[in-house]
């Protein structure tokens, strides 16, 4: 995640004793080292034992948000999952607030989770899945809005084999669960890979939601799109080519799966550009997808501030 806005990928770290590393890119594969977070009244952002920490706009304002896990008691439900928003007025540099949106009671308590935001169930909005140390694999639906997330509870994430748990007679795992969700296989449904302790990584494909719609062979040989002015600052071009005139839908999502902006025009047969705009969205990488008649075309873009 690029959490300050140069347009360079950042990390953040988790540590055993319950600290949280930040390293800003150089943007030469190498990583510069930050001092451990402290929130906008001077106290250290740290857990008694094992963070996890993942980076997103949780409120929807253009910043990125820090959302904290780890445990402060040695309890299968001694954990905390808290967010602490970013209230900085320079995007460059984040200010994190100390006033903290607690997940702990509406999402979950337990020890040794790592989590991460993803709209996961298709319906526009940020859900959060979490790997637990015991082995399972958890998913929290955002019942509310992307703006202002609510939660109640989780359920476990469930394969053609059952409950995934990694602790299960099913997987040479041993536990510890750690989970990431992405589009691995760019079929538009989240795919899943989860680590374990026996350091086996499993992947789960994700299946029955993707676009759906008649094939056409002519489509599928002359249909094309590329994208122009690229990195982007916000404005780039979406060049289709057709066979014959068709109803184009161009959507635009974020490294979460979330849809950031989408487009339905009626253009003529042949070759035409569509303009998009993503100059509010923060600097990161995105998905942008056509689709015609059922058959779609994906490309990847950078934005740069």
Known sequence: MDFNNDGILDLLVGERDGYYNFYTGNGDGTLHALALPEDNMGNPINRNYNSAGYLDDWNEDGYIDFIAGGYNTETSSGGLLQVYLNTGDDITSPVWDANVIDLTSTVCNKWRITHQTYDFDGDGDKDIVMGYEMGDVWFAENIGTNSNPEFDGYVPIVCDNGVIDMSSTAYEGGGRARENVADYNGDYVPDLLVG?????????????????????????????????????????????????????????????????????SYCQSGFGSLQMNITSSPAGMYMVTASVEGITETARLIKIN
């Open 196 to 264: 374990c302790n026996s350091g086996w990584i499993y992947y789960f494909e994700g299946y029955g939601t993707a676009i759906e719609g008649e094939t056409s062979a002519t489509v599928v040989s002359d249909f094309g799109m590329t994208l122009s002015e690229v990195p982007t600052t916000g404005l780039f071009s979406v060049n289709l080519t057709l066979p014959y005139a068709s109803q184009a839908e161009i959507n635009i999502f974020d490294a979460t799966g979330r849809l950031i902006d989408s487009s339905n």
